[in-house]
């Protein structure tokens, strides 16, 4: 047997999530389907994190376990062949120990959440961005970010469906940045809550119209209160972009 090491992009908008699920498409059930036609043994796939229906990755990491002797550029290119016309694509395959695992050996996860700030519709981000028309002010939305930075409960900002098993957690990175009429939010952290990002997103734009201030932030997390919610922004702009392993 060989565990092989994935790196998955994909378009999180045809789909009910990661998850494979019975009431709808997802990526992981798109993946197995397709290793188990190329190596014809049932696979099982584990990523490094789930991502909901119309969540986006630039390089999700997963591993797959295979009993077939083939080498990882066949497995990755008959994936590839058999995954069309799905929007995923399988980046790099490359063998592994048999005691590493996507999930558990993963030691950071990073986030990057992308806001159109403009009047008009779009046209070629439309489902891979948030359009918000408003002004946003993104150095107000920084600093309020660095409020969030560091060991919290997080309860504020859990989804009422998150199965971790503490709301306590430890964000080491949430820096904001302009691009013109683009705003990137960045999120580092060992591991994140269900619905996290996408709810300190939304409250980070009411701070950036004006609604909020830092301290209302300050006070939404204190709460540990879901109810003290500002906003949970849409999934469309929020991507998975890297996971980080020891070296």
Known sequence: M???????????????????????????????????AITGESIILH?????DAGVH?????????????????RLME?????LRPYPIAVLDCAPVADDWHARFSCIGRRYLYRI?????????????????????????MHEAAQVLVGHHDFTTFRSMHCQSASPVKT????????????????????SFLHHQVRSMVGCLMMVGRGQWS????KAA???????????????????????????
């Open 47 to 51: 990523a490094a994190g789930r991502t």
């Open 171 to 190: 964000l080491d990175v949430l820096d904001v940045r302009r691009f013109c009429e683009e705003i990137e939010i960045a999120a580092s952290a060992r």
């Open 221 to 247: 997390l204190d709460a540990k209160d879901r109810k003290a919610l500002g906003f949970n922004a849409p999934p469309d702009g929020l991507y998975f972009v890297e996971a980080r392993y020891p070296a």
């Open 214 to 217: 830092s301290a209302d932030l």
């Open 116 to 140: 159109i700030n403009r009047r008009a519709p779009l046209a070629l981000d439309k489902g891979r961005a948030w359009r918000v028309p408003q002004a946003l002010d993104s150095d107000a």
């Open 57 to 73: 990755a630039e390089a999700m990491s997963a591993h797959l376990d295979v009993t077939k002797t083939v080498t990882a550029f």
């Open 78 to 82: 008959g994936i590839n062949a058999k």
């Open 2 to 36: 060989t565990r092989f090491r994935l790196t998955i992009e994909y378009d999180g908008r045809p789909f009910m999530g990661w998850q494979r699920q019975p009431h709808g498409p997802s990526v992981q059930a798109a993946i197995e389907d397709a290793g188990k």
